[in-house]
């Protein structure tokens, strides 16, 4: 039986204000993040913001709330300055991507079983035809010309495999759904198809078989997570462990835990995710999977990112923490007005063309944060 919550009172002298501390008391139930549910997060004064936010809003607000708290302003405007200087290069490979995402990658469905068998054989006829041809015919396929000074080639060429592999896994699953007597798709085919899907923004993904468990220290107990798969930079060689920028958890189920549309004197609002029962447990799963991941973050232990996989459906999240949470919830405690945020944008479909794209800017500038950041910090360090 727990026993009863005191708070304790903190004075910090220096501020000349009063920190009202309450112990955390978890049930053993709770010790593995694929056990977290919304009544825990609430525990510990984690807030999930209700509303919905495109996916590269969400990601440029994550970021740049977390710099202005560690008071990096320089870090912003570095990294906008890098955008900048490298604006030629974004531009021929955000063409690239739209190009091959929406016209060699021909699909506009909303479910693997929408996906007619004949469209698949017709887009792995084209790969392998693109395969064939000469490297200025390639690039003329997948994007447009541009100036020597971009390496195309490479481009071209790492987005083409990429491209084939995720053909490929999607093919697989599309076969199994249309034989006489279909097959189930698993939990582990749709995490590949995602992966598959995000490596051709030359994202480095450390999937569960090739990683430790992560540990979150709250009072005497500990946590175990270990994600589906984290994002992380193989460049950041000052540092062995910081250098984790998103955690993915992956959910077969493709059903969304929405609300109805809501009456009211407007007329219609827009959906909500529900709060536990609220929150959905694959989101607080996720939740408990970015908290244990969080201390080896390029952001520091102020933020880090998320992506919520249901099926073919993708949501982006971000986690920002206040000053002194961490610390406080290592040593057993939250403190009045002191929580982390959780923000979701709308689910983005990779089965649609508008999914695919509303995803193309998020994931091209998160890996050119985690290069700028890590480049960053293998030039700051002796």
Not at 42 to 64: C, M, R, W
Not at 115 to 129: D, H, T, W, Y
Not at 313 to 326: A, F, I, R
Request: aromatic fraction near 6%.
């Amino acid at each position: 039986m727990a026993s009863k919550m005191v708070p304790v009172v903190s004075v910090n002298r220096d501020r000349v204000s009063v920190t009202v501390l309450t112990p955390i008391h978890l049930d053993k139930n709770h010790w593995k993040t694929t056990e977290w549910t919304g009544e825990l997060l609430s525990q510990l004064n984690i807030k999930v913001d209700q509303a919905t936010y495109e996916p590269h809003d969400l990601f440029t607000s994550g970021y740049v709330k977390t710099f202005l708290k560690q008071k990096q302003d320089k870090k912003i405007s570095g990294f906008i300055g890098r955008i900048s200087r490298n604006e030629n290069e974004r531009v021929y490979r955000n063409q690239c991507i739209i190009r091959a995402l929406a016209e060699v990658i021909c699909i506009d469905c909303v479910s693997v079983d929408e996906i007619p068998a004949f469209k698949m054989i017709k887009i792995e006829s084209g790969l392998q035809q693109l395969e064939q041809k000469e490297n200025h015919e390639k690039l003329l396929l997948l994007g447009s010309k541009h100036d020597g000074s971009i390496n195309l080639d490479y481009t071209c060429n790492s987005l083409q495999i990429w491209l084939s592999q995720f053909v490929q896994q999607l093919s697989l699953m599309v076969r199994k759904r249309k034989k006489g007597t279909p097959e189930e798709i698993t939990e582990g085919m749709y995490q590949e198809l995602f992966l598959r899907f995000i490596k051709m923004f030359e994202i480095q993904i450390i999937e569960k078989s090739n990683m430790h468990p992560f540990i979150i220290p709250i009072g005497q107990n500990r946590i175990a997570a270990t994600p589906d798969a984290v994002v992380q930079s193989l460049s950041c060689k000052d540092l062995e462990n910081d250098n984790s920028i998103a955690v993915i958890k992956v959910d077969k189920d493709s059903r969304t835990e929405r609300e109805g549309e809501e009456e009211g004197e407007m007329g219609s609002r827009p959906k909500k995710l529900k709060t536990d029962p609220v929150t959905s447990a694959p989101l607080c799963q996720l939740i408990g999977d970015m908290m244990a991941v969080l201390p080896s973050s390029v952001l520091g232990s102020w933020g880090i990112y998320g992506f919520l996989v249901q099926g073919t459906k993708v949501t982006v999240v971000s986690l920002v923490t206040d000053e002194g949470y961490m610390e406080n919830l290592n040593q057993g405690y939250v403190a009045v007005g002191c929580e982390a945020t959780v923000k979701c944008s709308k689910e983005c479909n990779i089965l649609t063309t508008e999914g695919r794209r509303d995803l193309i800017q998020t994931l091209q500038d998160m890996t050119d944060l985690l290069q700028y950041l890590c480049d960053k910090r293998n030039q700051d360090s002796p």
